[in-house]
């Protein structure tokens, strides 16, 4: 006769329910699967229609008080570039530049100068973050621009966009324009820079008045462009790029799209996404320009998001449960009892004792983990003893060092010897009436001297200045009509604390790279003054600039704070080594003597020149 289940009939049905009634983790699993499915099914249910009604609340509320936060930020930002914008259309230099402009355009003659004066002048506007480019246009057309994202091949204000420099023009004073003259407009058009075709431009135009002339009698236009995508930075708060049922978008008077992040949409009428009957539109004025910030929130949308988020986790939990209910079914009794091994073994463990072990007693996976628990515990206490092993070594090899470096400094030459030799150099010299030499003589051991002094690094910006007036009349001497030197410093400013020699290698660097091949011609500035709380000193030379492989290694150098990654190639840090270790050094010591708020920025351009600009905090003893 055929035997089922142990010794039990061999009756299927009969089998189950003898098996059932007879095993505890048998029939406890089952009752807590169905269980469980019941009440998941039910709540699956409530908690969709629930969820869809919350998550419609929520968003509508997040998402209103989100536009509210975005609208002031994004109006303050455009304030702040119209702001701009208006400083340079009174700026009486940028005036006057464009009217030279102007002039030697009409006559037909060389414009290079007077254009390139006007260039800069706009350049040095521009650093505002948000503000791409600047152009000058005079009633005929364009007289200068000034754009950051031009390449080779094309800038802005082109004759690509020929039509719609007409159109702005036009606006401003041609025949059909508004009574009422603006201080300002926006443009849309060209919608994209012509170099490149992603990304979008707007453009606010300004009557150029200089401060001397009223905005109706103006033949001048300034243009401001901006990239489309800064707004990117404020739609992202509102804007869910992961979900289809929120987008968030800016729009004109006119219901045109300004920017979407989907850009197929920038330039479209807004009712395609805010037509719909099951679209929620939230809609902010943001104050310039009759744009409007605007966020959707599309139900139908969400239900299909939720009904496809509830399926996946319905399919995720039935294998769960499943699972679940297999392994409480297989290891239900013996599961507990190697847990309560490991427990107590991690307690010991917490208590510092790695020798406490696992008795080992089953081959099934809790008891193989707990032997590889115990072989964990047998590798943290070798490893325990290894670091501790290669920690003393460390402190072993570090203090030889130190000894090494010791021993190598008391056998230098005595810095205070040399600097007396020079003194007595110097009488000699001065015995002979050779007075010249004595003046060399007196500045180098001067230079020396400030090198030599270990005793204290911290100095004051009058001692630096001094040290590098010096400096720089030796270089004079010894390279001849190569380069002049001018330095500008109030005295009012010299007693503030420094780094010593935080100024050399940029100094250096003009000297050895700036004019190199040069006979004569070159000049080195040294300039300070404040901005804002903080003291600006910059170090300009109108050498031969950088190239842009030598100018990326040291914005490379400036950008990761003076601390050169670890990850490079060989020939990259060689090359770095050879440009720019001076800088790295002095730049790294800057940063750790003033902190978080010093800055430091390169502007260089290959034959044109090199200009270093520091931002110095106020040491805390003067603001005092």
Same mark, same amino acid.
Request: charged share 25%; with cysteine; proline share 2%.
């Given at each position: 006769?055929?035997?089922?289940?142990?010794?039990?009939?061999?009756h299927?049905i009969?089998?189950l329910?003898?098996?059932?009634a007879t095993?505890?983790a048998?029939s406890?699993?089952?009752?807590?699967?169905?269980?469980?499915?019941?009440?998941t099914?039910l709540q699956?249910?409530?908690l969709?229609?629930?969820y869809?009604?919350?998550?419609?609340?929520?968003n509508?509320?997040?998402? +209103?008080a989100?536009?509210?936060?975005?609208?002031?930020?994004?109006?303050t930002a455009?304030?702040?570039?119209i702001?701009?914008?208006?400083?340079m259309?009174?700026d009486?230099?940028?005036?006057?530049?464009a009217?030279s402009?102007d002039?030697?355009l009409?006559e037909?003659?060389?414009? +290079?100068?007077?254009?390139?004066?006007?260039y800069r002048?706009?350049?040095?506007?521009?650093?505002?973050?948000n503000?791409?480019?600047?152009?000058v246009?005079?009633?005929?057309?364009?007289?200068?621009?000034?754009?950051?994202i031009?390449?080779?091949?094309?800038?802005?204000?082109?004759?690509?966009t020929?039509e719609?420099?007409?159109?702005?023009?036009?606006?401003f004073?041609?025949?059909g324009?508004?009574?009422? %003259?603006?201080? #300002?407009?926006? #443009?849309?058009?060209?919608?994209?820079?012509?170099?490149h075709?992603?990304?979008?431009?707007?453009h606010?135009?300004?009557?150029?008045?200089?401060?001397?002339?009223?905005?109706?009698?103006t033949?001048?236009?300034l243009?401001?462009?901006?990239?489309?995508d800064?707004?990117?930075?404020?739609?992202?708060?509102v804007?869910?790029?992961?979900?289809?049922y929120?987008?968030?978008y800016?729009?004109?008077?006119n219901g045109?799209?300004?920017?979407?992040?989907?850009?197929?949409?920038?330039?479209?009428q807004?009712?395609?996404?805010?037509?719909e009957?099951s679209v929620?539109?939230?809609?902010?004025?943001?104050?310039?320009?009759d744009?409007?910030l605007?966020?959707?929130i599309?139900?139908?949308?969400?239900?299909?998001?939720?009904?496809?988020?509830?399926?996946?986790s319905s399919?995720v939990y039935?294998?769960?449960?499943?699972?679940?209910?297999?392994?409480?079914?297989?290891?239900?009794?013996r599961?507990?009892h190697?847990?309560?091994q490991?427990s107590?073994?991690?307690?010991?463990?917490?208590?510092?004792?790695?020798?406490?072990?696992?008795?080992?007693?089953?081959?099934?996976?809790?008891?193989?983990?707990?032997?590889e628990?115990?072989?964990?515990?047998?590798a943290?206490?070798?490893?325990?003893?290894?670091?501790?092993?290669?920690?003393q070594?460390?402190?072993?090899?570090?203090?030889?060092?130190?000894?090494?470096?010791?021993?190598?400094?008391?056998?230098?030459i005595?810095?205070?010897?040399?600097?007396?030799?020079?003194?007595?150099?110097?009488?000699?010299a001065m015995?002979?009436?050779?007075?010249?030499?004595?003046?060399?003589?007196k500045?180098l051991?001067?230079?020396?001297?400030?090198?030599?002094?270990?005793?204290?690094?911290?100095?004051y910006?009058?001692?630096?200045?001094?040290?590098?007036?010096?400096?720089?009349?030796?270089?004079k001497?010894?390279?001849?009509?190569?380069?002049?030197y001018e330095i500008r410093?109030?005295?009012l400013?010299?007693?503030?604390p420094?780094c010593r020699?935080?100024?050399?290698?940029?100094?250096?660097?003009?000297?050895?790279?700036?004019?190199?091949?040069?006979?004569?011609?070159?000049m080195?500035?040294?300039?300070g003054?404040?901005?804002?709380?903080?003291?600006?000193?910059?170090?300009?030379d109108?050498?031969?600039?950088?190239?842009?492989?030598?100018?990326?290694?040291?914005?490379?150098?400036?950008r990761?704070?003076?601390?050169?990654?670890?990850?490079?190639?060989?020939?990259?840090?060689?090359?770095?080594?050879?440009?720019?270790?001076?800088i790295?050094?002095?730049v790294?010591?800057?940063?750790?003597?003033?902190?978080?708020?010093?800055?430091i920025?390169l502007?260089?351009?290959?034959?044109?020149?090199?200009?270093f600009? %520091?931002?110095?905090p106020?040491?805390?003893?003067?603001?005092?």
């Amino acid at each position: 006769m055929r035997r089922g289940l142990g010794s039990l009939p061999v009756h299927p049905i009969k089998n189950l329910k003898h098996y059932f009634a007879t095993h505890f983790a048998a029939s406890f699993s089952l009752v807590l699967a169905v269980a469980l499915l019941l009440v998941t099914v039910l709540q699956q249910t409530y908690l969709k229609k629930e969820y869809l009604r919350y998550l419609m609340e929520q968003n509508y509320e997040t998402e +209103n008080a989100a536009l509210e936060s975005v609208q002031k930020n994004l109006k303050t930002a455009i304030r702040e570039m119209i702001y701009q914008g208006g400083k340079m259309a009174v700026d009486e230099d940028i005036y006057d530049r464009a009217v030279s402009a102007d002039a030697v355009l009409k006559e037909n003659i060389n414009v +290079n100068n007077m254009t390139l004066n006007l260039y800069r002048s706009l350049q040095l506007y521009t650093y505002e973050s948000n503000i791409k480019a600047a152009a000058v246009f005079r009633r005929e057309g364009l007289i200068t621009q000034y754009d950051k994202i031009k390449t080779s091949e094309a800038v802005l204000w082109s004759g690509d966009t020929q039509e719609e420099q007409n159109e702005i023009l036009d606006s401003f004073f041609g025949e059909g324009r508004d009574t009422v %003259f603006p201080r #300002f407009r926006v #443009f849309l058009d060209p919608r994209t820079h012509p170099a490149h075709a992603e990304r979008g431009v707007f453009h606010i135009a300004y009557p150029l008045t200089g401060g001397k002339v009223s905005i109706w009698e103006t033949d001048y236009l300034l243009v401001l462009s901006s990239e489309t995508d800064m707004f990117q930075e404020y739609l992202k708060t509102v804007d869910m790029p992961d979900v289809e049922y929120i987008q968030g978008y800016i729009a004109d008077q006119n219901g045109d799209i300004v920017y979407h992040s989907n850009r197929d949409l920038i330039g479209t009428q807004e009712s395609l996404i805010s037509g719909e009957s099951s679209v929620t539109h939230i809609s902010r004025d943001i104050g310039y320009f009759d744009w409007t910030l605007n966020v959707v929130i599309d139900k139908e949308k969400m239900e299909e998001h939720i009904d496809a988020i509830y399926g996946r986790s319905s399919a995720v939990y039935a294998l769960l449960l499943i699972f679940g209910v297999a392994v409480i079914f297989i290891w239900f009794r013996r599961l507990m009892h190697p847990v309560r091994q490991l427990s107590q073994s991690m307690k010991h463990v917490e208590q510092g004792d790695y020798h406490s072990k696992i008795e080992i007693e089953g081959s099934h996976e809790v008891w193989q983990i707990a032997e590889e628990y115990n072989r964990m515990i047998e590798a943290i206490r070798q490893k325990n003893q290894e670091i501790s092993r290669q920690h003393q070594e460390t402190l072993l090899s570090i203090e030889e060092k130190h000894q090494a470096e010791r021993e190598a400094l008391e056998s230098q030459i005595n810095a205070h010897f040399i600097c007396n030799t020079l003194g007595s150099i110097n009488y000699e010299a001065m015995e002979e009436g050779n007075y010249k030499v004595s003046v060399l003589l007196k500045k180098l051991s001067n230079i020396l001297r400030y090198t030599f002094d270990q005793k204290s690094q911290d100095v004051y910006i009058y001692q630096e200045i001094a040290w590098i007036d010096q400096y720089l009349y030796l270089q004079k001497y010894r390279l001849e009509t190569v380069f002049d030197y001018e330095i500008r410093f109030p005295d009012l400013y010299g007693q503030w604390p420094c780094c010593r020699l935080m100024f050399q290698p940029f100094v250096e660097n003009s000297i050895l790279h700036g004019f190199e091949g040069r006979k004569q011609g070159g000049m080195i500035r040294i300039s300070g003054g404040m901005e804002g709380e903080l003291l600006k000193i910059v170090i300009e030379d109108n050498g031969c600039g950088m190239d842009p492989e030598t100018e990326r290694t040291i914005q490379k150098i400036l950008r990761e704070r003076g601390n050169l990654s670890l990850d490079r190639k060989e020939t990259d840090v060689q090359n770095e080594k050879r440009q720019g270790i001076g800088i790295q050094n002095v730049v790294t010591r800057m940063r750790m003597y003033y902190g978080s708020r010093f800055e430091i920025s390169l502007e260089t351009q290959e034959g044109k020149g090199t200009k270093f600009i %520091f931002l110095i905090p106020i040491p805390e003893s003067i603001e005092a």
